[in-house]
């Protein structure tokens, strides 16, 4: 008000640095020419530090022109309950458009940063975009350097708020370390194209795998199997094996060993000697001829040294036989509800094995790139005759391939194929004996080298993540606003580490010298143990997680090189962390 009380028209301005209100009075429209030069919006903030240095003198009004956003501090309504209590009529005008700014973006990436030469590799991620909702966009795997399309998915953009599913796959031929990255095309109009890309580098090896095959008599699944391993060669060399293959057949004459040079006359009497092996494939064998020392050295392999076991039903001995000895703990199904079917009952009803739920992204049984064509081929295979029937799975058991129309009791379908981790190792049921049949046909014939390659690559892929972190941090996308949540993706690399329990890690969250949060966590589901996402929002400017920072515009980046770790908890065990360096703030 003037001198004579007049009311006197102005611009009232609050600091928004976190200083003490500041007031600047001036004519009406004296404000035209401002630009927004702050990085944050505190509206909250802003009115109550206006109402608290009026300190006591009469107010008309306050006017507030804003899109109404609060990105830090107090709410507009908590400031607008002092005005109401000090009865200062407050008018707030909506400013700016309605619309958010359009953009798309690329989120969420989930990828294996290991693999072996011919193994299916998938990128997945979300696609989430505003306004262009019914837009069509392509999304390539490219590889950085050389910009070369590896795969490509053209992908209908959904309503905002909403993300639809990325998922491109390719089979590297070659080994190498492979900088690839996820890129979707630039939409006319895109606030920024930042957000259109994520990379990731994947490590490819091409290591020899150590293979002890064991079995009674030669039947034959072994038979086709063993010929299948001795033929494997490396794509970078065919004069080198792909598979270093130690064959024991129990039964064979004494002079077998002698004749073939992958042959082995009894299992391995010691501890060292079988830990030299990467997987033990345990056929229809005799226990008796591996002995105590033998089985409990078996459970060794897989619990302590970590191999992996893969164990084929067979008539004669396996899994039955094995009921009461070490090797009874290992299996993902109780012994004593195994039945199978008589030694001289007809074989004449077929069935095809079928991908179960979980099974149909688990990496061994990807023997086409495509989920529909993964099915169709599935479904097109020679059938089987003979099964063994586990209907009582132990916890934490997880079925890949069932049976089409036999169940168990509990009325879930019956199992075929089972996987399980036990310590730091991982075994595998096959419950029936019947899939050398797919290499008879010679259209399916390379699909059933797939089958067990890919199995067998699957139960190695540890040796592959030597040298790397036990834990694998990565965040949704790059940039944030301050307010927005962060979708932390936590992945064991080796999954032989990962907690047993599926419902996810807990992540500490913490910066050097500041106290620890607790994130929010889940489980991930698929066949996939290891994996877990934790949603965490971010802080107020100058507090951060581990792996984000504070840049100019209020937003944080995230993501990059390694950088000095920090703990990563799980209970009932600890696991080193892996680590992250943020990049330079953008």
């Known amino acids: 008000a003037n001198a004579e009380g007049a009311a006197v028209p102005g611009v009232i301005t609050a600091a ?23 990085d944050a919006s505190r509206l909250g903030d802003g009115l109550f530090d206006v109402l608290q240095a009026q300190r006591g003198r009469p107010t008309a009004s306050v006017v507030v022109f804003s899109d109404g956003v609060t990105t830090e501090g107090r709410s507009l309504a908590e400031a607008a309950a002092l005005a109401g209590r000090r009865r200062v009529p407050l008018y707030c005008v909506g400013v700016g458009g309605e619309r958010p700014p359009q953009d798309i973006r690329l989120s969420d990436l989930a990828a294996d940063d290991t693999a072996f030469v011919g193994d299916l590799v998938v990128f997945q991620a979300s696609l989430s975009a505003s306004g262009y909702a019914g837009a069509k966009v392509k999304v390539r795997l490219v590889r950085q350097e050389s910009g070369a399309a590896l795969g490509e998915q ?46 990731r ?50 039964e ?50 897989v619990a302590e040294r970590g191999g992996g076991l893969i164990v084929c039903a067979g008539p004669l001995f396996t899994p039955q036989a094995f009921a009461g000895t070490r090797l009874a703990s290992l299996l993902p199904f109780d012994l004593e509800s195994v039945r199978t079917p008589a030694p ?53 058991a997880r079925v890949l391939l069932e049976h089409p129309s036999r169940v168990a009791p509990h009325g879930q379908p019956l199992p075929l194929l089972v996987s399980q981790f036990v310590g730091a190792g991982h075994v595998v049921a096959q419950l029936g004996d019947d899939s050398w049949r797919w290499s008879r046909i010679p259209e399916t014939e390379p699909l059933y080298v797939r089958y067990w390659m890919q199995l067998l690559r699957w139960l190695s892929r540890s040796r592959l993540a030597g040298g790397r972190g036990a834990v694998q941090l990565t965040t949704d996308r790059e940039q944030y606003e301050t307010t927005d949540s962060v979708r932390v993706r936590v992945r064991f690399v080796d999954s032989r580490l990962a907690p047993s329990a599926d419902d996810g890690a807990v992540v500490l969250v913490q910066r050097a010298g500041g106290p620890a949060m ?37 937003r944080r980046r995230a993501g990059g090189d390694p950088a000095p770790p920090w703990g990563h908890h799980a209970t009932p065990d600890a696991y080193e962390s892996g680590s992250r360096r943020v990049k330079q703030p953008v």
Not at 20 to 29: I, M, Q, R, Y
Not at 168 to 195: H, K, Q
Not at 257 to 285: C, H, K, M, N, Q
Not at 525 to 553: F, H, T, Y
């Open 16 to 38: 928004t640095q976190g200083d003490a209100a500041s007031l600047e009075v001036g004519a009406a429209g004296g404000w035209l020419g401002w630009t927004a030069a702050d």
């Open 154 to 199: 053209m992908v209908t953009l959904p309503a905002d708020g909403r993300a639809a599913p990325v998922r491109i796959a390719f089979r590297p031929l070659g080994p190498g370390d492979f900088s690839l990255a996820l890129v979707a095309d630039t939409l006319a109009g895109e606030a920024t194209v930042l957000n259109n890309r994520l990379a």
């Open 201 to 250: 580098t994947v490590r490819v090896g091409e290591e020899t795998l150590r293979v002890l095959l064991v079995q009674a008599a030669p039947s034959y699944e072994f038979r086709y199997l063993r010929t299948l391993l001795q033929r494997q060669r490396k794509r970078s060399d065919a004069a080198e094996r792909a598979v270093a293959l130690t064959a024991v057949l129990q």
């Open 252 to 301: 064979a004459d004494a002079d077998y060993a002698s004749i073939d040079p992958d042959a082995s006359a009894a299992f391995p009497a010691t501890r060292d000697e079988l830990f030299r092996y990467d997987v033990v494939i345990l056929g229809d064998a005799d226990p008796s001829l591996i002995g105590p020392a033998g089985l409990a050295n078996l459970e060794a392999f």
């Open 344 to 396: 001289d009952a007809p074989l004449e009803t077929a069935f095809q094995p079928r991908l179960a739920p979980l099974g149909t992204a688990a990496a061994p049984l990807q023997l086409e790139d495509s989920p529909d064509r993964n099915q169709r081929v599935w479904s097109q295979l020679p059938p089987w005759y003979w099964f063994a029937a586990a209907p009582d799975l132990r916890p934490g």
């Open 518 to 554: 607790r994130a929010a966590r889940r489980g991930e589901d698929g066949p996939q143990r290891g994996s877990c996402r934790c949603i965490r929002p971010l802080m107020r400017r100058g507090v951060c997680p581990p792996c984000l920072r504070v840049g100019p515009g209020g």
